[in-house]
């Protein structure tokens, strides 16, 4: 069924301002006393548990959540102010980022009331990393294909098969995965596929690491031979996980940490170019600050329809795709415009250079976690009727 695409002009209201206000002051003490560096890279300590748990303690991990699971049920949009500025402020925040983000939420709408008492408010408190197991080596994004398989058991299932680009699998306390339960039909190819919370420390789960081109380990692969998983472990409705999955994936692909991954390199360019660029770099930083303004205007209106209690499935994936193409771009066009700049602060130069050369390197994971290209667009024509 088609629709049209629907991105509801939603402005940030005041409260919004007053606590982006609070989080860069918060931000800024925390950079003073040396927790992180904001013109670093990724080759540092993202994940800061200590930091994780000032943040917990601040009331900014599952803020709209739930207060009897440790949230203060604020809005999305308060939600989308933390983000941003973590994010544009290089912040580690990633051992609690994809917990708050969409594991949590999943839990909240299909977990056990006892499953989410116990996990919920660790996540609150900065204590919690999960992870996400849907890609397999053989299916990649394509999730109609997974073929990792969960046969009951008495008790339970017994798990068998492999995921692959699991980000931060190797720190995570739990994964939330799709596994299949039942074979796809003709009329239904999305039938079959089950959603399930694991314990990282299970028995018969092992994880291997996938470095990417800087030697960092994100990326890993999460090979299940007969590991056990609880009734009570299901997570929402057996054989009709699909559904569930398309709606976690709108919290994952819309938020400005799809644009802003390689940020530091457009903070380094301003930097290089100084005060008075000629008019063809001043003309060309503009088509970067237009380009990234209007992306921060479809995420916001996105963030917003998820306030309102809509589901802008289609909506988050234009902006996933239009955000990492265009983080991935950013280093070369970045290294195009400052090519014939004269600059004669050393330091500003090499700062630039360092954060092109680790840009450069991640961009080919970037329009990979989340969810392909290929994979986006597909959403997006089959959204819009085209297919």
Not at 137 to 151: C, I, M, Y
Not at 285 to 314: E, F
């Amino acid at each position: 069924m088609s629709t049209a695409l629907q991105f509801d002009p939603i402005r940030l209201p005041p409260h919004c301002v007053e606590l982006r206000k609070e989080v860069r002051a918060f931000l800024r003490q925390e950079i003073a006393a040396g927790t992180f560096d904001p013109h670093g890279n990724e080759s540092g300590d993202m994940f800061n548990r200590a930091f994780s748990k000032k943040v917990g303690a601040k009331g900014w991990i599952g803020i709209t959540w739930p207060k009897k699971y440790g949230g203060q049920e604020r809005s999305f949009l308060e939600r989308y102010v933390i983000t941003e500025e973590f994010s544009a402020h290089n912040a580690p925040a990633k051992l609690h980022f994809t917990a708050d983000r969409q594991s949590g939420p999943v839990l909240i709408k299909y977990a056990s009331e006892a499953i989410k008492a116990d996990i919920l408010p660790r996540i609150t408190r900065g204590e919690c990393c999960f992870g996400i197991g849907m890609s397999e080596p053989n299916s990649g994004s394509d999730l109609f294909a997974a073929s990792t398989k969960a046969t009951k058991t008495d008790g339970g299932y017994l798990i068998n098969g492999t995921k692959v680009w699991t980000s931060n699998a190797h720190q995570a306390d739990y994964m939330i995965a799709l596994f299949r339960t039942s074979p796809a039909t003709k009329e239904n190819r999305r039938h079959g596929l089950t959603s399930f919370l694991v314990d990282m420390k299970s028995k018969g789960l092992t994880i291997n690491p996938i470095y990417n081109l800087t030697g960092l380990h994100d990326f890993n692969e999460v090979v299940l031979e007969n590991m056990f998983v609880s009734d009570g472990n299901v997570l929402g409705e057996i054989d009709g996980a699909w559904k569930q999955a398309t709606s976690e994936l709108a919290y994952e692909r819309s938020g400005p940490e799809r644009f802003l991954e390689t940020f530091a390199v457009m903070i380094e360019l301003v930097r290089v170019l100084g005060d008075k660029p000629d008019m063809r770099a001043a003309e060309a930083l503009g088509r970067l600050v237009a380009q990234l303004h209007t992306m921060r205007r479809m995420s916001v209106s996105v963030n917003g329809m998820l306030q309102a209690g809509k589901d802008p499935t289609v909506e988050a994936a234009v902006v996933k795709d239009l955000g990492t193409v265009w983080e991935q771009k950013l280093p070369h066009r970045a290294r195009d415009i400052a090519a014939f700049v004269e600059n004669d602060d050393l330091r500003n130069r090499a700062a630039f250079e360092e954060q092109l050369a680790f840009a450069t390197m991640i961009a080919p994971k970037l329009t990979l976690q989340g969810g392909t290209t290929e994979v986006l667009r597909g959403i997006i024509a089959r959204g819009l009727g085209l297919r």
